[in-house]
Each structure stands twice: as structure tokens, then as C-alpha cells.
């Protein structure tokens, strides 16, 4: 079975979730209302309500509930990418302008607030504190995260582990919260919830690496934005680590790092690219991946032998595989 298999069995639910979304963000403000909706129309896997969904199926279904854990989760994601686009002085994402390319940084900054509030207006209709406990200490860690990744711009000294912590920052802990909330949500045992959060965690942090291989080696068609945006920016992602240790690329590696920071990111990067694609960046970042999404996948031993551990399963080798 595909994974499209999966997206299509959870079709009418996500159908109910995509309406969801976009009455939420709708506003009688009419440039609100439209900077807000720029993003959501571009589409994206909504893989994050994809895993309350699934995690849902552990305990008592019921989707007015799970909207209300789905829907946040994807808001909190797409207005951290509007935010991020600033940041990343981004032209383009998932083939479109960016709300700050076709606006400006400031109409994007107050859009990604605008959407975060949203969001905790959602969640806030479920009753259970520990649901808000998780959600706030998830968007605490993801400021860190975001934070400490400009901290580290064109640090070439960091090390393996400050780049792991920043991405389950950044990335893995929604993922993670994602997953636990929706079995929180359907009344499953603490056990299942703390389970499927170890099955978040591994899966969010594999998908965060392969993200990082595909901005240096996919294409800008399978992007939606040129490769080496990264590095344009100064975000040394794990394949340079890694390139970096070799001493045979250290010198000129550096070289271009400090080139590109020169010039703020507006120069041609291919060079660079060419020789973290010649390293053993990409192979060891990819092999570190594959050892998460064994086990996120081991993660999920313990659970119920029904439909959706199996849909985990899946999608936690599609992550691992993706080329987009």
C-alpha cells in the first residue's frame, strides 16, 4: 500500500479539516484574510493532521475532537513557515511567492501571528489542561529552536549534537505533540500517547534531516524553491558537518562559507553544493535518517496490532524516502 492510499482513506476527515482550516483563517479583514489563505491554498502533505488522524484510531474516534487537535497543529506549522520565509529572506515555497515576497516582512510577521492565534483559539475549545500544557511547552521549544538556529548562522565549529537539538526544536517536537494529542484527544491510555510521542520525535527528526539532504541535492522543481537555500542564509546543516570533518574539503569549504556570508547570501552556491555533494555528507545524514525511522517504527511494538500502526509504518518509510 501506498501512501496515498492512506491519504485517501482519511480523504472525507481531511476534506473536514482543509475546511476547517480555511474558515479559520478567514477575517473580515480583507488583506488578513488574504495573506492568511496564500499559504494554505499552496497546499502541503497536512501530514501533521494526517498523524492526529491515525493516532486517533487508538482510542475513541471522534472527529470533532481530532479537528480540534488537527487543525492547530497545521495552523502552528504554517505560521512558523511564514515566519521562516522572513527570516530566510525567502522568494518562494512550494512553488509560490512567499506572503513576504509577494507582501512585505512586516504584513508576513503580523499574518504569522495572526495565524498562531488562531490557532490557540481552536485548541482552547478542548477542555483537558494537559492538551494546552503540551501545545505551549511544543511552541516554547520551537522559539528556541528558532533562536538558536540564527545563533548558529555560518558557525562552522557547531557540532552534530547542536544541530540535533535545534531541529527536534525546530521540527520534531510538533511532529511528536501532534501524535500524542490526537490519542490525548481520543482518550487512549498514557501509555499509547507517550508512545506514539517517541514515534513523533523519531519520525519529525528523520524528516528534518532528509529536508536538509533535499535543499543540497533536490532540484527546484521537487523543492518548490531553489537547493542551497540553507546555506545562503547561513544554516550549516548536518551533510556540511559532516562535510566539514573531511580534511581533504575542510579548507576550501570554509573558504566558500566565509564567500558566502560576505556576500549575505546573494551569490551563486553551486560550488559549495558540488563539494558537499562529493563528501560523505549526504551518505552519513542519510544512514542517521534510516536509524530514526527504525525506531520510530520500533516505537510502535508496543501498540495495538490494527490498520493505523501499519499507516505509521508506512508513513514513517515514506518520510525517510521522500523527494519532496
Known amino acids: 500500500m501506498k501512501i496515498v492510499d492512506i491519504y485517501a482513506r482519511l480523504k472525507r476527515d481531511l476534506n473536514q479539516i482543509e475546511k476547517d482550516l480555511e474558515g479559520n483563517v478567514r477575517t473580515d479583514h480583507l488583506l488578513l484574510s488574504e ?43 504554517m505560521a512558523s513557515l511564514v515566519h521562516d520565509d522572513v527570516i ?9 511567492l512567499t506572503v513576504r515576497s509577494k ?17 490557540l483559539g481552536v485548541i482552547t475549545q478542548l477542555s483537558d489542561p494537559r492538551i494546552h500544557q503540551s501545545m505551549s511547552s511544543a ?10 538556529q540564527i545563533r548558529f ?27 500524542q494529542l490526537g490519542a490525548m484527544a481520543a482518550g487512549a491510555s498514557e501509555g499509547i500517547c507517550l508512545s506514539l510521542f517517541r514515534y513523533g520525535y523519531y519520525v519529525g527528526m528523520a524528516f528534518q534531516i532528509r529536508d536538509d539532504v533535499l535543499d ?27 562535510a566539514l570533518t573531511e580534511p581533504v574539503l575542510n579548507a576550501e569549504l570554509m573558504s566558500e562559507l566565509e564567500r558566502i556570508q ?41 501498540l495495538p ?10 508513513i514513517a518509510h515514506f518520510v525517510g524516502d521522500r523527494s519532496y
Open 35 to 77: 495573506t492568511s489563505l496564500h499559504l494554505l491554498k499552496a497546499g502541503g502533505k497536512r501530514l501533521r493532521p494526517v498523524f492526529v488522524l491515525l493516532a486517533g484510531q487508538f482510542g475513541s474516534y471522534d472527529m470533532e475532537r481530532l479537528k480540534k487537535i488537527a487543525v492547530p497543529m497545521e495552523l502552528i506549522h
Open 88 to 96: 530566510d529572506d525567502a522568494e518562494t515555497r512550494r512553488g509560490q
Open 103 to 119: 507582501w512585505d516582512n512586516r504584513i508576513a510577521m503580523y499574518t504569522g501571528d495572526y495565524i498562531f492565534a488562531k490557532a
Open 139 to 148: 511552541l516554547v521549544e520551537m522559539s528556541i529552536g528558532e533562536m538558536e
Open 153 to 179: 548562522f555560518f558557525q562552522a565549529g557547531q557540532r552534530v549534537r547542536d544541530y540535533l537539538l535545534r531541529i527536534k526544536r525546530k521540527t520534531a517536537l510538533l511532529i511528536a505533540v501532534s501524535c
Open 216 to 242: 543540497l541535492c533536490g532540484t527546484e522543481e521537487q523543492l518548490g524553491k531553489p537547493p542551497g537555500s540553507d546555506i545562503r542564509q547561513g544554516n550549516i546543516t548536518l551533510p556540511v558537518i559532516y
Open 262 to 302: 560576505a556576500a549575505d547570501g546573494q551569490t551563486d552556491v553551486s560550488h559549495f553544493l558540488d563539494m558537499v555533494r562529493s563528501s560523505v555528507g549526504l551518505s552519513r545524514a542519510e544512514e542517521l535518517a534510516e536509524r530514526y525511522i527504525n525506531k520510530a517504527i520500533a516505537a510502535l511494538d508496543v
Open 305 to 314: 496490532d490494527i490498520r493505523a500502526r501499519d499507516d505509521l509504518v508506512r
